[in-house]
């Protein structure tokens, strides 16, 4: 299930939701702050995954002791 950003437009609470399909009018999406659905979807950033990587930090490796 996708998570989508909202602002509500009568609090201005940012939250999210877990949405079931993309077809669901932010109409019917519930404020949890005020309990008003006057939620607006915002504009997010995908999520990157992450990559494991088999390299450790160099992180504080500067050679200076």
Known sequence: M??????CENCGKVFEEFVVSHKIP?????????????????????????????HPSSCGLSGFT
């Open 2 to 7: 996708p998570v989508y950003d909202y602002e």
């Open 26 to 54: 932010d109409s019917e999406i519930k404020c949890p702050e005020c309990g008003e659905y006057k939620a607006k979807r915002k504009l997010s950033a995908p999520a990157i995954a992450g990559s494991s990587s088999s």
